[in-house]
């Protein structure tokens, strides 16, 4: 038990819980300084070590019309500011493997998607980084599944690993979540997260775009903690109906600090 990764003066560490906050993907530099400016604010304020997430590219969108993000050069411009204007550690995805270099240049988390959770080559190509990966399990992949996820990252040499559950397909367009995949993940011996937003998605069901059920994500974060994860990842937004992507299961900006402080009790109660 110990010190996952440091940045700067911000310790995550595997026993101590830890969350990872912000929205979907980037929309454009104001507004994602304006969300990572609240986390930081309630970081300090609740005393919970954060790592701040936006995606610069969402490339599994279902419709082809669907906003993606502004691309691996802006994003990756735009994050940088958050890391170094407030000393936060900052996630996204990569989707390909040439993005892993550059992405590790600026990220301090590399984030592989669900649906790309198998992609070997990708799974090694941000393992050679060094930096820590949170893999998300597939919406079709087993608890147990994840342990040979964790091998090939293992093969590079790169230890610094988290696996993160955001539940399974139910028949179509719905997900459930199975809580035993928390400590059965548990068992590869690396933290597992609790993805509270992504787990509560309608996939493709309004349309081409995903609904959601936002009401239920305090049950879905403290439930998580309850059976063991050691982190919480929560999407969010000032203004989910107004959200460029999944914005049908963003958590409300104003609801953030509330949910936090329950999370946090919960925990230390535990």
Request: charged content about 25%; glycine content about 8%.
């Amino acid at each position: 038990m110990g010190i996952l990764f440091k940045t700067n003066d911000i310790e995550i560490r595997d026993d101590r819980l830890f969350f990872i906050l912000g929205p979907c993907v980037i929309e454009n530099e104001r507004l994602t300084l304006q969300i990572a400016q609240e986390v930081k604010k309630l970081a300090q304020e609740i005393e919970i070590p954060v790592i701040f997430k936006a995606s610069f590219d969402k490339a599994n969108r279902s419709s082809l019309e669907s906003y993606r993000g502004p691309g691996i050069k802006k994003g990756l411009q735009i994050l940088a500011k958050v890391k170094d204007s407030l000393n936060l550690p900052v996630l996204s995805d990569i989707h390909e493997v040439w993005q892993a270099k550059p992405a590790a240049e600026v990220l301090s988390v590399i984030q592989i998607p669900a649906f790309l959770s198998r992609q070997t080559d990708l799974l090694l190509a941000a393992g050679e980084t060094g930096l820590p990966i949170n893999v998300k399990k597939g919406q079709h992949m087993s608890p147990e599944d994840m342990s040979l996820v964790v091998e090939k990252i293992q093969s590079t040499g790169n230890k610094k690993i988290f696996l993160t559950e955001r539940g399974n397909f139910f028949g179509y367009r719905n997900l459930v979540v199975d809580f035993r995949n928390i400590p059965i993940m548990k068992k590869t011996g690396y933290p597992v997260i609790i993805d509270a937003t992504h787990s509560l998605q309608r996939p493709s069901a309004a349309k081409g775009i995903s609904g959601g059920d936002p009401e239920y994500i305090p049950i879905m974060a403290l439930s998580g903690v309850v059976s063991g994860a050691n982190g919480v990842f929560l999407e969010i937004h000032p203004e989910p109906a107004r959200a460029l992507s999944d914005g049908k299961n963003l958590l409300d900006l104003k609801f953030l600090k509330n949910l936090l402080i329950k999370i946090k009790t919960i925990y230390n109660i535990l």
